[in-house]
């Protein structure tokens, strides 16, 4: 066994697992931070991140009951953090179905061990719909195909699907369940993906698989995309650059999707 007995799996770690196994090894075994000076750019980083965060606490206090209007009034200091504030009034919440919780996290067992989803909303209707809404402020729309694959999307509806009978006055069919992201930086654009029972049961065999090869492994390998490492944290211990030749990047020359891990990363922390 490589982790403690009560290591729980979220969507961050599956995901550095899949995508890095050396990077889940270092962040959760190691349990090393930031051994090195964040990526670079890192001023442009850090503000991205703190509008990120800046606009998941927004919905959490509208979605726990302070009016929009008065939030609105906040955001004088960044103009583009209110438009995505005016584009989640406009479109955020419509269509989904009346019974919402924000802010809420799920577990369930897998394999031995504990997996929790953290859930920006879950909006169900006893016997009808159960969607995960997920708001996203990444300047582009990825693919379907992306977001289908990755871990969030994957943990989130399993977990939805075990653990949240609750909240749904009974067991909730794979079939009521959808996910949906809310991109509010490209004007409230949706990516909406299904579930089933035969994507239950694919699922979970994936994430067992993952698990046990997890706990199992005696090693664990640098990633052979070296585009991933592009602005990873550990990047000088693996001897895959370092942050000064990064600055000499044009701004608009890194992707917002290179930071996907980290953005999502921080939403956890907003919990
Ligand atoms: S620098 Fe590259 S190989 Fe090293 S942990 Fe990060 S993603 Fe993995």
Redesign the pocket.
């Known amino acids: 066994m490589n982790l403690p007995d009560d290591f729980a799996f979220t969507q961050g770690s599956l995901q550095d697992a899949a995508?890095?196994?050396?990077?889940f090894?270092?962040?959760y075994i190691k349990r090393l931070r930031y051994p090195a000076v964040e990526a670079a750019p890192a001023l442009q980083f850090e503000r991205r991140t703190r509008q990120g965060a800046r606009f998941h606490k927004l919905v959490q206090q509208h979605l726990l009951g302070l009016p929009a209007e008065t939030l609105a009034r906040s955001l004088h200091d960044d103009p583009e953090l209110a438009d995505w504030w005016e584009t989640f009034r406009k479109t955020g919440l419509a269509g989904l179905p009346e019974g919402r919780q924000a802010e809420i996290a799920l577990q369930t067992h897998l394999g031995g061990r504990r997996l929790i989803a953290k859930y920006d909303l879950l909006a169900l209707d006893a016997g009808g719909e159960a969607v995960i809404v997920d708001w996203k402020t990444w300047r582009r729309v990825p693919a379907q195909h992306y977001l289908e694959s990755r871990l969030q999307t994957i943990l989130y509806r399993y977990v939805l699907a075990k653990a949240g009978a609750h909240l749904y006055g009974g067991p909730i069919p794979p079939q009521k369940i959808r996910m949906v992201y809310c991109f509010v930086a490209t004007g409230g654009e949706r990516v909406s993906i299904d579930y089933s029972a035969a994507q239950l049961r694919a699922d979970e065999d994936y994430l067992l698989n993952m698990i046990a090869e997890i706990d199992d492994a005696e090693q664990f390998?640098?990633?052979e995309?070296?585009a991933?490492?592009r602005f990873?944290?550990?990047?000088s211990?693996?001897e895959?650059?370092d942050a000064g030749l990064v600055d000499l990047l044009d701004e608009d020359e890194f992707e917002e999707e290179d930071f996907v891990l980290d953005f999502d990363q921080i939403a956890e922390i907003e919990f």
């Open positions: 995508d890095c196994p050396r990077r090894e270092l962040r390998p640098l990633t995309d070296e991933r490492c990873c944290t550990y990047r211990l693996c895959r650059g």
